[in-house]
């Protein structure tokens, strides 16, 4: 948590209900312990990428597709999202929950390493987010920023939190403070001459950058 939990319950209570089919993907995510999108992240996600009036996203790490239903849900009819996935269950579930939602029609959902897949995607795209693993930032980052248009907009998940998995495969302990891979990836998204950066302290933090 890295609000005050007086806020993070206020915010919890203003949250509208989640339809049936996001409420069974959310329990999914805990029963499988899936470490999928926070809502208020999804909700800012969805309303960044209506507001901006995105027809084309490029998404890093399906999961079982939360945020890709948020995001999928801010796309017009004859919209577009590419999103990648590595693990062939997790993609799997994404493919049938989305589409339960009706909204395969404008998903092209890769079980694919983004790595390989991203230099296949042409650009412009309106919004990338990017939510696989912390420590692969650094790489993509090069890869999805060519993508964007001018204003287009790049949304990094965990940017506020230790990302267990990366800190496993570092050898670094869980702790309260950012992880120093962490803190260079929040400084070069700050600090790179392509993009302007914010730090949003909701869910696990998310960076908001707009392309110049
Ligand atoms: C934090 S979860 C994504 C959560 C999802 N965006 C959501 O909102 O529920 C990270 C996912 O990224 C996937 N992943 C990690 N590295 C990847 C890569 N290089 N290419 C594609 N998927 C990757 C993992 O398998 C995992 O399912």
Not at 72 to 98: C, K, N, Q, T, V
Not at 154 to 168: K, Q, R, T
Request: glycine residues 8%.
């Amino acid at each position: 948590m890295i609000v005050r939990d007086s806020v993070r319950t206020y915010l919890d209570a203003t949250r509208p209900q989640p339809d049936v089919l996001l409420a069974e993907m959310e329990a999914h995510g805990a029963r499988d312990r899936v470490p999928i999108l926070d809502p208020h992240s999804g909700a800012l996600l969805h309303v960044v990428a209506r507001a901006m009036g995105a027809r084309r996203i490029v998404e890093v790490g399906t999961a079982i597709g939360v945020s890709t239903l948020h995001l999928a849900r801010a796309l017009p009819d004859d919209g577009e999202l590419i999103s990648f996935e590595l693990d062939r269950e997790r993609h799997a579930a994404a493919l049938s929950y989305l589409t339960r939602a009706r909204l395969r029609a404008r998903l092209d959902l890769r079980l694919q390493d983004a790595h390989e897949g991203l230099p296949q995607v042409e650009g412009p795209v309106d919004l990338v987010f990017l939510d696989g693993i912390a420590t692969q930032y650094d790489a993509m980052l090069e890869q999805v920023v060519p993508l964007l248009r001018p204003g287009g907009v790049l949304v990094v998940d965990n940017v506020l939190v230790d990302d267990p998995i990366a800190n496993e495969r570092a050898g670094v302990a869980r702790g309260e403070e950012r992880s120093a891979a962490g803190l260079d990836l929040n400084a070069r998204l700050l600090e790179h001459p392509e993009l302007v950066t914010t730090l949003v302290p909701v869910g696990e933090g998310l960076a908001v950058a707009a392309r110049r």
